[in-house]
């Protein structure tokens, strides 16, 4: 098969990279209101003026806008957020804050009616300020019940009309970053790696539990799970580079088993045994995470190429998995690797292991979009680059559709420019859509469509056939 009308295209935005109104309408503080360099930098002790993501694209204001850019696009599905701190500003709340359950029901309302499916994140990357401050994030259990009790909110008030749900995003980069994943306040370099599997630990119960909850609450409702994924090459047939991308894969294998198998891998006794792990895991914790995901969800921005002896080779940049310079594929401008074919290697990867269905949950192109104005003075970009990067990554997802993978759905990131995650900057823009607004803070906040807007909006329009066009 190919792709049909019941294929999700689509795009995602994340709340705290777009939403702005940080402190509007009774919403709490995250940690991202203090992160003005993203994960780059120091935090600061109160909001800063400087911190893009406090005003975002000000999705919060100009929402109906943006979903009618959307609709014109012929649009799918939106991937979208719900902050945690817009419905518990500190997180320990007894009830809701009811103008945050508002401004979501508003949204999930507008799409709806729009024709298109709403696919909540339940967290992503903003732990409220509270429990970062006062029990160091996911470091605490405490946040487990805290964490259900949001997303029980979420699912009495929205499951009537949302029906896909992902619990964490991109939950293996809690290993990588403690802060920007789990809301740890205490710096990384005092986290040991045996900390961080325990932190993971309670966010994978979390996880189960809140996937149990969903289920009790509407058997219909669709509950995945949402990891940093990659390709992973070895850099020659030595074997020692083929075994250490083995291992690399199981590193990122650990978590989608523990959501998918409803316990932990073979393979841990490995990774606990390298990094001195002793798991605190009750018995009340294996029966929750019992309780499995109903699809699979990912980014997929690079392939990883590695390497057992990484010093005799020049590394590359990439999305938060950086690895060895591929001299096979293409690069960006950001020196990340191009390689759409490493997306039919995961969507390959995933559901063999698995057999469960797929969503791509991110994949798209960091690019500074360099702005022009026609005859008439309108501004026009012409992201032929974007278009290329889509059309071939989407090439990929058919080929692995026409294999037999069952994979339901991709969501282009940042659909609608936004404030990146890792450097909390504007420029690197990955939208169809622009957003006049600059790294120091300028811009009239107008949208524009780019040249990629008309054209994907042809390949949902024609079930992926523009794609060979």
Not at 142 to 162: H, M, P, Q, W, Y
Not at 341 to 367: C, R, W
Request: charged fraction near 25%; hydrophobic fraction near 35%; include cysteine.
């Amino acid at each position: 098969m190919t792709f049909t009308n019941e294929f999700l295209f689509g795009g995602a935005i994340a709340a705290n990279q777009c939403e702005g109104a940080y402190n509007e309408d009774g919403k709490g503080l995250s940690i991202q209101d203090l992160m003005p360099n993203g994960v780059r930098g120091p935090l600061t002790e109160k909001p800063e003026p400087h911190n893009l993501k406090l005003v975002g694209n000000d999705f919060y204001h100009r929402y109906k806008e943006d979903i009618q850019l959307l609709a014109g696009m012929k649009v799918r599905v939106l991937r979208f957020s719900i902050a945690w701190s817009r419905i518990y500003p500190t997180g320990e709340e007894d009830q809701p804050n009811q103008k945050g359950l508002e401004f979501y029901n508003q949204v999930i309302n507008e799409l709806v009616a729009n024709g298109i499916t709403p696919m909540v994140t339940l967290s992503h990357y903003e732990t409220p300020l509270n429990l970062a401050q006062k029990y160091d994030g996911w470091r605490s259990r405490k946040l487990i019940d805290l964490f259900a009790k949001f997303a029980k909110t979420c699912f009495e008030n929205f499951g009537d009309r949302v029906k896909y749900w992902l619990t964490f995003n991109e939950i293996n980069v809690t290993l990588l970053s403690p802060l920007l994943s789990a809301g740890v306040l205490t710096d990384k370099s005092q986290i040991s790696m045996a900390e961080r599997y325990q932190i993971a630990h309670h966010q994978l119960v979390a996880s189960a539990k809140v996937t149990k909850i969903a289920h009790e609450y509407d058997s219909t409702l669709k509950v995945g799970c949402m990891v940093a994924a990659s390709a992973k090459y070895p850099m020659t047939p030595n074997p020692d580079d083929v075994i250490e991308a083995l291992h690399q894969q199981q590193e990122l294998d650990y978590f989608v088993h523990v959501h998918c198998k409803g316990e932990y891998p073979y393979f841990s006794k490995r990774l606990y045994a390298e990094h001195d792990v002793e798991l605190d895991i009750t018995e009340e914790d294996k029966a929750i995470l019992k309780h499995t995901v109903d699809y699979i969800s990912f980014s997929y921005y690079n392939s990883k190429t590695v390497a057992k002896d990484e010093s005799q080779y020049q590394t590359a940049a990439g999305n938060i998995l950086r690895g060895l310079r591929n001299p096979y594929v293409k690069y960006s401008e950001y020196d990340y690797p191009i390689d759409p074919q490493g997306l039919y290697y995961v969507l390959h990867y995933y559901y063999k292991q698995y057999g469960l269905p797929l969503f791509i949950a991110e994949n798209g192109m960091g690019h500074k979009d360099p702005v022009e104005y026609d005859d008439q003075g309108h501004l026009v970009i012409n992201d032929d680059y974007r278009i290329d990067f889509t059309r071939e990554h989407l090439k990929q997802v058919e080929r692995a559709l026409k294999d037999g993978v069952n994979v339901f759905g991709y969501a282009s990131w940042g659909i609608i420019d936004l404030i990146s995650a890792a450097t909390a900057e504007v420029d690197k823009r990955y939208g169809f859509v622009y957003v006049d607004r600059q790294s120091d803070g300028s811009g009239t906040l107008n949208r524009y469509k780019k040249k990629s807007y008309d054209w994907y909006k042809k390949v949902i329009e024609t079930n992926g056939a523009h794609l060979h066009q």
